[in-house]
T-cell receptor, first 115, second 113 residues
Framework: EAQVTQNPRYLITVTGKKLTVTCSQN?????MSWYRQDPGLGLRQIYY???????DKGDVPEGYKVSRKEKRNFPLILESPSPNQTSLYFC??????????????FGQGTRLTVV | LAKTTQPISMDSYEGQEVNITCSHN???????ITWYQQFPSQGPRFIIQ???TKVTNEVASLFIPADRKSSTLSLPRVSLSDTAVYYC??????????????FGQGTELSVKP
């Protein structure tokens, strides 16, 4: 089954304690990205990656890091989390294409609370 | 990337047809129109994608006029389970914008019994 898997689904942490949210896809997609969703602000892209070792900033990259060492994995790293990073996070993957739908597949979400 | 404008919210009743229109005046020649559905606390889910005229699948229809400056997502005979936020995205299909999808504020559809 085609899927994007995020872990953990829920996380409560303290300010300043480094954390990593993992994301893995099994569709051999080139593109992967991270979003955060906050009430009233919608879905905002944090980082995206067009392929292994190729990453770029989205609209709200401050306070986040990513890496793409393998095609299937795209972890999101918060080196020093702060309360304003409390949010619902989604990972997505997609692929270029011609002659077929090129939809993005999203993970189940990670609800992060930083206290 | 073309900017999109949708109504913020819509109300409907079960069994009715719902049409959500999206405006994208600056759509480029290579751009496709894609709609996503999102339930609370879940990731967006692809509904339908099209370039021009009409596209239909088992879930919805997408109507795109000749000038492509707008599009209409049509949901036939909605049920309570169609209550969700619907997003219209416009972008290059071939390169899929390199994964840089831009979500607007979407349309919050509320279906009442």
């Amino acid at each position: 089954e085609a899927q994007v898997t995020q872990n953990p689904r829920y996380l409560i942490t303290v300010t300043g304690k480094k954390l990593t949210v993992t994301c893995s896809q099994n569709m051999n997609h080139e593109y992967m990205s991270w979003y955060r969703q906050d009430p009233g602000l919608g879905l905002r892209q944090i980082y995206y990656s067009m392929n292994v070792e190729v990453t770029d900033k989205g609209d709200v990259p401050e306070g986040y890091k990513v890496s793409r060492k393998e095609k299937r994995n795209f972890p999101l790293i918060l080196e020093s989390p702060s309360p304003n990073q409390t949010s619902l996070y989604f990972c997505a993957s997609s692929a270029p294409g011609q002659g077929k739908n090129t939809e993005a597949f999203f993970g189940q979400g990670t609800r992060l609370t930083v206290v | 990337l073309a900017k999109t404008t949708q109504p913020i919210s819509m109300d409907s009743y079960e069994g009715q047809e719902v049409n959500i229109t999206c405006s994208h005046n600056n759509i480029a020649t290579n751009d496709y129109i894609t709609w996503y559905q999102q339930f609370p606390s879940q990731g967006p889910r692809f509904i339908i994608q099209g370039y021009k005229t009409k596209v239909t699948n088992e879930v919805a229809s997408l109507f795109i006029p000749a000038d492509r400056k707008s599009s209409t997502l049509s949901l036939p005979r909605v049920s309570l389970s169609d209550t969700a936020v619907y997003y219209c995205l416009v972008g290059d299909k071939i390169y899929n914008q390199g994964g840089k999808l831009i979500f607007g504020q979407g349309t919050e559809l509320s279906v009442k019994p």
